[in-house]
């Protein structure tokens, strides 16, 4: 029903879908990522884009990457993208041999609650990067 495939974004089409699916999943809650940065994914229901997600690497964690976006359309919850989509930058972090992935959530239950399903644990990190309330996580890659 899904399918999962990594995108090449400096692709002016497909940066342009990770735009308009970033909109449509965060509004104006975050900023538009750098597109040509690390490595992005989307997922598809037949011909149409409905979910996206981004790994680059951390400036935060040795030798680990960061999940920069995830983002589903909210008629498509339900289905287990969130999740696959982190499965498949799961691999690719195992791929170029990083240690663990890290992430954040901030005021967004449905997504902390993917990262605990997924098996990531919360963390302090030493010098927090987001804001007092956000909930920080990572996953052993190894």
């Not at 400096?10 to 040509?36: N, Y």
């Not at 951390?58 to 919850?77: E, P």
Request: with cysteine.
């Amino acid at each position: 029903m899904y399918r999962i495939r990594m995108v090449d974004a400096s692709d002016d089409e497909i940066a342009d879908t990770l735009a308009d699916l970033h909109r449509l999943t965060f509004c104006d809650a975050a900023a538009m990522p750098p597109f040509e940065k690390g490595t992005w994914w989307l997922a598809y229901r037949g011909d149409d884009a409905v979910a996206f997600a981004g790994v680059v690497p951390s400036t935060h964690s040795r030798n680990c990457g960061y999940f920069s976006r995830v983002g589903v359309l909210q008629r498509h919850w339900g289905h287990g993208l969130q999740l696959r989509l982190m499965r498949a930058a799961e691999a690719q972090g195992r791929r170029v041999g990083w240690t663990g992935i890290v992430s954040d959530t901030t005021d967004n239950l449905a997504s902390a609650n993917n990262f605990i399903k997924a098996g990531y644990q919360l963390f302090k990190p030493e010098v927090p990067w987001a804001w007092s309330h956000t909930l920080y996580w990572r996953r052993s890659l190894r």
